[in-house]
């Protein structure tokens, strides 16, 4: 994972490849309602006790066949023969003093993938980032997953069974569920869908679809598959530099899909669908502060209409890069908010002593307490 003390990166050679984790025997975790229906079906039992199932596992958590009591004995015992409860294990957990928790799993021997815990300073928002992807197949030059070799997408109850296991250990629910972990969720476009589908389902987590966003570092087809479909969820594009000369240096997606291509793809979110889209954007001195860069953000959000950004301090130090200093953070989202005229919020960098900070994910565990 991330390793701040990695001052230049190795170039990748990883391919974009799908892969899926596991295929094993039938599981009822992340099915859909109808798909659990379709299970019972072929297996001669009444469709009705798909609902029935869906609600043990995310409304009431049970942990195994033998906790749904609201099922018959003879079902359940079938259940126990024809299909499999997967588990996750967590092999390392780390808090931070300002109450983030950082969870790795082991998805299978050597893979890995991480999530955190990160709960607001006035306790009212707790949000769980979590992966879709083992590694990444992008590159972003900043991020420490870029770094890792990619190791497959994850399943849909992977990708849940992480907020389920982080709200058990913590004891606490989330507010928010944000995609924002290892892999670049819309190379996952299926199983992640699925996953906020669940997440947002009143029989099962009922998260406001608001509350739940999913990013992308700017995969065009998928962003306009996400509007065709009309999916409810919140939508952020990491923009990371608004130079469309210089923005494949830092995102090596821009070389696939060019800023314009990735801009005119927001602009159509927002007309389509009439909702806000959030830019993210990691700052970095020297590479994408300055005034111009501030005023090709402007145009982008003129160009865009509703738009909001997230700005965050770099927190790794690839390539001799480094952190912006207070006060530099300070001068350049003053000029932002007084340039753009949209929102703009200042995220902190939670976490960033047990490398749950955004970008870290991948750090080795024993590089972020060294
Ligand atoms: S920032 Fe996201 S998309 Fe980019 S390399 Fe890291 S995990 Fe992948």
């Given at each position: 994972m991330i390793n701040p003390r990695i001052e230049n990166k190795p170039a990748s050679s990883k391919k974009d490849e799908t892969l899926i984790l596991d295929d094993l025997n039938f599981t009822p975790?992340?099915?859909r309602i109808s798909e659990l229906e379709d299970f019972l079906i072929q297996n001669n039992e009444p469709k009705y006790r798909a609902t029935q199932i869906f609600e043990g596992l995310y409304k009431h958590r049970y942990k195994n066949w033998d906790e749904f009591t609201n099922l018959p004995i003879q079902l359940r015992t079938k259940l126990k023969l024809i299909s499999e409860f997967q588990e996750m294990k967590v092999s390392h957990h780390l808090v931070s003093v300002d109450g983030t928790q950082k969870f790795s799993f082991e998805?299978?021997?050597?893979k890995e993938i991480e999530a955190v815990w990160i709960p607001s300073g006035d306790g009212d928002r707790k949000t769980i980032c979590i992966s879709s992807q083992v590694g990444c197949t992008l590159n972003c030059s900043f991020c420490a997953t870029g770094t890792l070799k990619f190791q497959g997408n994850l399943k849909t109850w992977q990708i849940l069974n992480q907020v389920l296991t982080v709200e058990n250990l913590v004891g606490d629910r989330a507010t928010n569920i944000v995609f924002m972990g290892m892999g670049e969720p819309m190379h996952n476009y299926k199983e992640v869908i699925r996953a906020a589908e669940i997440l947002n389902h009143p029989k099962a987590f009922?998260?406001?679809?608001?509350?739940i966003t999913i990013s992308t570092a700017g995969v065009v087809p998928s962003i306009l598959q996400f509007i065709e479909e009309k999916q409810p969820y919140n939508f952020a594009i990491s923009?990371?530099?608004?130079d469309p000369n210089t923005r494949s240096e830092i995102m090596d997606i821009n070389k696939k899909f060019p800023l314009n291509e990735l801009i005119l793809a927001a602009k159509k979110f927002v007309d389509v669908l009439d909702r806000t889209i959030t830019f993210e954007y990691v700052m970095i001195p020297d590479k994408n502060m300055t005034d111009d860069h501030i005023i090709a953000m402007a145009r982008i959000a003129s160009r865009v209409g509703k738009c909001k950004f997230n700005v965050i301090p770099l927190n790794t130090s690839f390539h001799g890069w480094r952190t912006p200093s207070s006060e530099e953070i300070e001068k350049f989202v003053a000029k932002l908010k007084i340039k753009t005229r949209v929102p703009i919020m200042n995220r902190r960098s939670p976490g960033k002593e047990i490398g749950g900070a955004c970008g870290m994910l991948a750090l080795e565990r024993k590089e972020v307490q060294a």
């Open positions: 975790q992340g099915k998805i299978a021997p050597g009922h998260l406001g679809a608001k509350r923009l990371n530099q608004s």
